[in-house]
Nanobody, 125 residues
Framework: QVQLVESGGGLVQAGGSLRLSCAVS????????MAWFRQTPGKERELIVAISRWAGTTHYADSVKGRFIISRDNAKNTVYLQMNSLIPEDTAVYHC??????????????????WGQGTQVTVSS
């Protein structure tokens, strides 16, 4: 069984930065594509960034492109989300997720079958 645990959320002023971490345990980490989703009340969960299993390719939603950076350390079984130039619209619960590579392309939301519990990010204006 795969377990994902996020950390690093919190309250930050607009223009500030936060770094989220997602530790993965239970199975070897490297076969999984990884992504960060976010969700706000009344909206669907949105895939904002994704990284392929060997970290060779990344994908960013337009809403975060140029401000967020996803990375992974396969030796540490951890994926990171560096969030810079935060704006109030980034306020959401952020979830990391894992997808087995047979479940589709890494930047497609469908197929992400393993989820963390989520961490709250609040950006004040």
């Amino acid at each position: 069984q795969v377990q994902l645990v996020e950390s690093g959320g919190g309250l930050v002023q607009a223009g500030g930065s936060l770094r989220l971490s997602c530790a993965v345990s239970g199975r070897p980490f490297s076969p999984y594509d990884m992504a960060w989703f976010r969700q706000t009340p009344g909206k669907e969960r949105e895939l904002i960034v994704a990284i392929s299993r060997w970290a060779g390719t990344t994908h960013y939603a337009d809403s975060v492109k140029g401000r967020f950076i996803i990375s992974r350390d396969n030796a540490k079984n951890t994926v990171y989300l560096q969030m810079n130039s935060l704006i109030p619209e980034d306020t959401a619960v952020y979830h990391c997720a894992a997808k087995e590579t047979a479940a589709g392309l890494f930047y497609e939301p469908l197929g992400y079958g393993y989820w963390g519990q989520g961490t709250q990010v609040t950006v004040s204006s």
